[in-house]
């Protein structure tokens, strides 16, 4: 069974940084690219960014409203995922959903397995 | 960036109707949309992808079509688990984006 599992959210000040984890298992995590979504209190869904998996040299892409802020990365070798987080702003607030990619189509992405969400509140 | 607008943003409908819901690409993505389901405090899931291909879990009243920039997901005959916002997802080129979404209400 495929599972992603974000943990690490929290309330953090503006200006503050914070790590966000996803752990996987039910797949060979090596094998899909892994994606952020973020869906702000009563708001609709926001793709953060993405990392491609290792065959496509791990790069990645992010929105325009968090390139330089934030970066992604992964872990291979234990199946997890991570969204570093920087230079927070209220406007970051939210639920960030960790989402498994699957990479049939070469660059082409969308999202077919997705983790509970861990919300995120950025506040003084 | 490529825009999706769906429509309409709410929609009221009694179980057993034929609902549609149309997402609009502000440039063409050829066939390269998703559609999600979410319902309350829950995380989406993936119920359409390559604009017409269903998800296995998915009961058949569910249908999505078009290609290009007009793109419509239909369910054949609402059920109450149906109740729940839709979001449609361009993939076709960077950066991903996601349509507002289209709340399917009980009437």
């Known amino acids: 069974e495929v599972q992603l599992v974000e943990w690490g959210g929290g309330m953090v000040q503006p200006g503050r940084s914070l790590r966000l984890s996803c752990t996987t298992s039910g797949f060979n995590f090596g094998d899909y690219a892994m994606s952020w979504v973020r869906q702000a209190p009563g708001k609709g869904l926001e793709w953060v960014g993405l990392?491609?998996?290792?065959?496509?040299?791990?790069?990645?892409e992010y929105a325009a409203s968090v390139r330089g802020r934030f970066s992604i990365s992964r872990d291979d070798s234990q199946s997890i995922a991570y969204l570093q987080m920087n230079s927070l702003r209220s406007e970051d607030t939210a639920v960030y959903y960790c989402?498994?990619?699957?990479?049939?189509?070469?660059?082409?992405?969308?999202?077919?397995?997705w983790g509970q969400g861990t919300l995120v509140t950025v506040s003084s | 960036d490529i825009q999706m607008t769906q429509s309409p943003s709410t929609l009221s409908a009694y179980v057993g109707d034929r609902v549609t819901i149309t997402c609009r690409a502000s440039q063409s993505i050829s066939g390269w949309l998703a559609w999600y389901q979410q319902k309350p405090d829950k995380a989406p899931k993936l119920l359409i992808h390559r604009a017409s291909s269903l998800e296995s879990g998915f009961p058949s009243r569910f249908s999505g079509s078009g290609s290009g920039t007009e793109f419509t997901l239909t369910i054949s005959s609402l059920q109450p688990d149906d109740f729940a916002t839709y979001y449609c997802q361009q993939y076709d080129s960077y950066p991903l984006t996601i349509g507002g979404g289209t709340k399917v209400e009980i009437k």
């Open positions: 990392i491609r998996y290792r065959a496509l040299g791990g790069t990645t």
């Open positions: 989402t498994r990619a699957p990479t049939g189509n070469g660059y082409k992405y969308f999202f077919d397995y």
